[in-house]
């Protein structure tokens, strides 16, 4: 005789340690079986895009900070690249290598603490967290010896940075190049062929091509399906053009080729970062950029690849020294959009492990 | 090197393939009517253009009219291109989904209707995004007092 079943209502979050924020999943469910999935948002809406336009372009870029908090440098460049495009600066040669460097390293650190979180729900409790955190935390010590700061960095201006690097910088940085790589093979060797891990991820929460583009997904969540797609390859920024590397992706689209994606361009920034600390210049570190910018009327989109995909700017200037339309393009926002496809016919158990390696930050949702 | 495509010969072959529509080519956009922009994206994403990928879907509030504009990108093609109409009843705008051709257009909709109060007909389900519903008006309108 077949058991009769009901479906029901099962509510994640808003604060729960696998939601990675403020964040709900309204869940329908037969039993185990996810049959629907509604995500809501807005619990952290700080309303950033308003206050933006009330504000003037310099006091915006803490804004960035606050966006993506595990990614604040490469918020900071992606902001502060798009009104140079619209206020026509140009930024002398030292400060696009510090550039570089300073996206790369941010690259690595977001990837490890996503990796370390995802791990987490996936219920690796604590011990590969703790294993990422320890490599990230060099990378935060490097960016507190340049900016000040562990967390929200504010260090990009119009034109350059704030200030130099200081003298510790770079020697800390080899240092940090000659061992990282032996630490991604070390996360590789307790993760890359663990048996629950290829269980729990293999063929899991499959994201097809054609819906990844379609739903307009970015960055390691589109070419883990299959995509060659990366701002810095298409559509190149600041010196990108000058360095060798290459864009890895993978054929699935499930959970683990996600991973996984991001394990290999940890690899590759690390190659970015050799090539950009042996070739950087000496110099200024800060182009000619008026004090009280005003840029000429017009707008501008301009993007870069963060360490969650495409993130671009929207401004618009009416001439004045305040943005008249100040857009953020969130690639967290837009990786969930195929969210119910990739858990619709799993279990709860696993919506945790697809959800973890799409890698969210709240900050940059809700805005 | 994505390349922006060209709006004059872009608005020359939609006036040949889609007769009767009123299409403008500005020097870094296409403005097309809010009517039209539901055909005028079925066009965009077919062949031989391929704007598979809506890379940005945002909104700005002027005086006289909302703006909505379609940053978009072919995968395929490597090439980019900004589609723009302008939703003149202020009181009452609202214009075609598009979620039917970009499955990514679904939240950025909702965000627009949200903060602009901009309808989006036949979408699967519009209601707000980040504010609560009972909330009253609509933050980025540029007439919506918060106190600045």
């Given at each position: 005789m077949a058991i009769k079943t009901e479906s029901f209502i099962l509510n994640i979050g808003p604060q729960h340690p696998s939601t990675h924020g403020v964040f709900?999943?309204?869940?329908?469910?037969?039993?185990?079986?996810?049959?629907?999935?509604?995500?809501?948002?807005?619990?952290?809406h700080r309303g950033i895009e308003k206050l933006a336009e009330g504000r003037t372009y310099l006091q915006d870029i803490p804004f960035t900070d606050r966006l993506?908090?595990?990614?604040?440098?490469?918020?900071?460049?992606?902001?502060?690249?798009a009104v140079e495009k619209l206020a026509g600066i140009t930024v002398p040669e030292r400060a696009e290598y510090i550039r570089?460097?300073?996206?790369?390293?941010?690259?690595?650190?977001?990837?490890?603490?996503?990796?370390?979180?995802?791990?987490?729900?996936?219920?690796?409790?604590?011990?590969?967290?703790?294993?990422?955190?320890?490599?990230?935390?060099?990378?935060?010590?490097?960016?507190?010896?340049?900016?000040?700061?562990?967390?929200?960095?504010?260090?990009?201006?119009?034109?350059?940075?704030?200030q130099d690097l200081p003298e510790e910088f770079l020697p800390a940085l080899k240092k940090l190049l000659d061992t990282l790589p032996g630490f991604?093979?070390?996360?590789?060797?307790?993760?890359?062929?663990?048996?629950?891990?290829?269980?729990?991820?293999?063929?899991v929460g499959v994201l097809k091509r054609e819906l990844a583009i379609n739903s307009s997904a970015a960055g390691p969540v589109l070419r883990a399906?299959?995509?060659?797609?990366?701002?810095?390859?298409?559509?190149?920024?600041?010196?990108?053009?000058?360095?060798?590397?290459?864009?890895?992706?993978?054929?699935?689209?499930?959970?683990?080729?996600?991973?996984?994606?991001?394990?290999r361009e940890m690899r590759q920034s690390v190659r970015i970062l050799r090539q950009a600390v042996k070739d950087l210049p000496e110099g200024e570190i800060m182009g000619k950029a008026p004090k009280l910018l005003k840029p000429p009327a017009g707008e501008v989109y301009s993007r870069i690849e963060g360490p969650k995909g495409e993130l671009g700017f929207y401004l618009v200037s009416d001439g004045t020294d305040k943005p008249y339309r100040w857009r953020v393009r969130p690639p967290c926002l837009l990786n969930l959009s195929a969210l119910k496809d990739m858990v619709v016919g799993w279990k709860v158990a696993d919506l945790m492990a697809i959800f973890g390696s799409i890698d969210i930050v709240m900050g940059e949702v809700d805005r | 090197?994505?390349?922006?495509?060209?709006?004059?010969?872009?608005?020359?072959?939609?006036?040949?393939?889609?007769?009767?529509?009123?299409?403008?080519?500005?020097s870094s956009f296409l403005l097309a009517l809010p009517e039209d922009i539901h055909h005028v994206c079925q066009y965009l994403v077919s062949r031989p253009l391929q704007m598979d990928y809506?890379?940005?879907?945002?909104?700005?509030?002027?005086?006289?009219?909302?703006?909505?504009?379609?940053?978009?990108?072919s995968i395929v093609n490597n090439t980019a291109m900004t589609l723009k109409t302008r939703l003149t009843d202020k009181t009452?705008?609202?214009?075609?989904?598009?979620?039917?051709?970009?499955?990514?257009?679904?939240?950025?909709?909702?965000?627009?209707y949200d903060l602009f109060g901009v309808v989006f007909e036949n979408h699967i389900g519009l209601k707000r995004i980040f504010l609560w519903e009972g909330f009253e008006g609509y933050p980025l309108r540029k007439d919506f007092a918060n106190g600045h």
């Open positions: 709900r999943l309204r869940l329908i469910l037969d039993g185990e079986v996810i049959t629907d999935l509604e995500p809501v948002f807005g619990y952290l993506d908090y595990l990614g604040s440098m490469t918020n900071n460049h992606a902001y502060v690249m570089v460097i300073l996206d790369e390293l941010q690259r690595i650190a977001s990837h490890l603490a996503g990796l370390g979180f995802f791990l987490n729900d996936l219920g690796a409790l604590q011990t590969p967290l703790l294993y990422m955190f320890r490599e990230r935390e060099k990378i935060v010590e490097l960016f507190d010896m340049c900016s000040g700061q562990r967390l929200n960095y504010n260090y990009y201006r119009f034109g350059g940075f704030v991604i093979d070390e996360y590789e060797q307790l993760i890359s062929t663990n048996e629950i891990v290829l269980i729990r991820t293999k063929g399906s299959g995509v060659n797609w990366d701002i810095r390859r298409n559509d190149p920024y600041s010196i990108y053009d000058r360095f060798e590397f290459d864009i890895p992706t993978a054929q699935n689209g499930d959970t683990y080729d996600r991973y996984m994606v991001r394990i | 090197m994505t390349a922006v495509l060209d709006y004059q010969q872009l608005k020359a072959d939609l006036s040949k393939e889609l007769p009767g529509i009123e299409i403008q080519a500005e809506l890379t940005n879907l945002t909104a700005a509030d002027y005086p006289e009219y909302i703006e909505i504009i379609f940053h978009l990108n009452n705008p609202k214009m075609a989904s598009v979620v039917d051709i970009w499955r990514g257009a679904e939240l950025q909709e909702r965000e627009i």
